[in-house]
């Protein structure tokens, strides 16, 4: 899949800019594109209307607004909606978007992607929501293959450009109901430090003032664990964001079952750049831990887990396996969730269990993947 050569969701303002200045436009054109675009969330040159007829035309004929088209869109009965996206290949533009849709049984997945707005509601679900996460793909399919996720099933078929990861939120913040996005996680379909070099200028448009606004604190990076690529992604000092390693497994010997990308680099070496992380940005590491029943869920798994997060200060985020079909993985029982959280914590840890959500749909962790599973 290429990108597109001429994104909206790409630029930057100076990008933008330089544009504007080749095909003769003014220079504060790109700040009212951009505005139109992020501030006012219209992606139709035709309805900015502080543009003349000639510049509307230009936008049309040479930028790519949307660039892929929602191919299915699903509300779970908690408020989560997960749309399906398919991505148009190199220059075809949305405008092709009901076409596309009609031809829909016999679309091409392997330029699909699934992203998800979770609604965050108070404890005691009365009030509107109060937070609004959008969960997004970074690659199309993904080449690590964890064996309890739906992702990777059929490994990688694409990076996704900084535009496209970009645009996914976008998506999501014109959803109905949604007021406004405020926390990001790169927890969809892919490992986002496969590909750094579109998610850190995305991060950046996320978090800008003239594009999303989101916090970078807000926005959270999650995964499986490339040393490399963490301490790249820790000199991009100017973003705060969050690192969350998915640790899922106490030992290297029950990771290596589990993550195939296991075999090339230890626990000891991920907890190693892990501190190198802390160290240089000042921010702790949440550890992610998918529970497996009977496989990784048990006191000793725990007693072992929290020995691990110790070393690192870490908070851990305990997350039930959701069910993908085809996979013989089980989702763990109550009681033993419950007392794999009261080991950590009379270890000394900080840990959460992650409700999951949107699971009516295939929208929870674990669960996106890049076919038209059957309709919930
Ligand atoms: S859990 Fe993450 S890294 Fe593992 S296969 Fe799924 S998307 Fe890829």
């Given at each position: 899949m290429k990108h597109p050569p001429n994104h909206i969701f790409s630029h930057t303002p100076e990008s933008l800019n330089a544009w504007c200045r080749d095909v003769g436009m003014p220079p504060f054109r790109a700040t009212q594109i951009l505005e139109w675009v992020y501030a006012k969330g219209v992606a139709d040159p035709d309805a900015m209307s502080n543009l003349g007829k000639a510049d509307r035309d230009l936008l049309r004929n040479q930028i790519t607004f949307l660039s892929g088209a929602v191919v299915r869109h699903q509300r779970a009965t908690d408020g989560t909606q997960k749309l399906l996206v398919e991505w148009d290949d190199f220059g075809a533009k949305a405008a092709d978007a009901e076409r596309r849709v009609s031809l829909m049984p016999g679309s091409d997945t392997s330029r699909q992607t699934e992203c998800v707005m979770i609604p965050s509601l108070d404890a005691d679900e009365r009030h509107a929501p109060a937070r609004f996460t959008a969960c997004i793909s970074s690659q199309v399919g993904c080449p690590v293959g964890c064996r309890f996720c739906a992702s990777g099933i059929g490994g990688l078929d694409a990076n996704l450009s900084a535009g496209r990861i970009v645009e996914q939120v976008w998506r999501l913040s014109r959803l109905?109901?949604?007021?406004?996005?405020?926390n990001v996680v790169f927890m969809g379909m892919g490992e986002p430090l496969a590909n750094l070099g579109s998610v850190v200028p995305a991060i950046r448009t996320l978090a800008a003032p003239w594009g999303l606004g989101i916090s970078a604190r807000k926005i959270t990076v999650s995964t499986v664990g490339l040393p490399k690529a963490i301490d790249k992604l820790a000199e991009q000092l100017d973003l705060p964001v969050t690192l969350a390693l998915s640790l899922h497994a106490p030992t290297d010997e029950i990771r290596r079952e589990l993550i195939p990308w296991a075999e090339y680099t230890t626990i000891r070496e991920l907890l190693d750049a892990c501190r190198r992380w802390f160290e240089r940005t000042g921010r702790e590491v949440t550890l992610e831990y998918t529970l497996l029943r009977g496989v990784n869920d048990q006191p000793a798994h725990a007693r072992e887990l929290a020995r691990l997060a110790r070393t690192l200060r870490a908070n851990v985020n305990l997350i039930r396996y959701n069910e993908v079909s085809g996979v013989e993985f089980e989702r763990p029982r109550d009681a033993d969730v419950r007392t794999f959280q009261d080991v950590l914590r009379e270890g000394g840890i900080n840990a959460h269990i992650r409700a999951s959500r949107g699971r009516d749909i295939a929208a929870a962790c674990g669960q996106l993947r890049h076919e038209q599973a059957p309709q919930a």
């Open positions: 109905e109901g949604v007021r406004r996005i405020s």
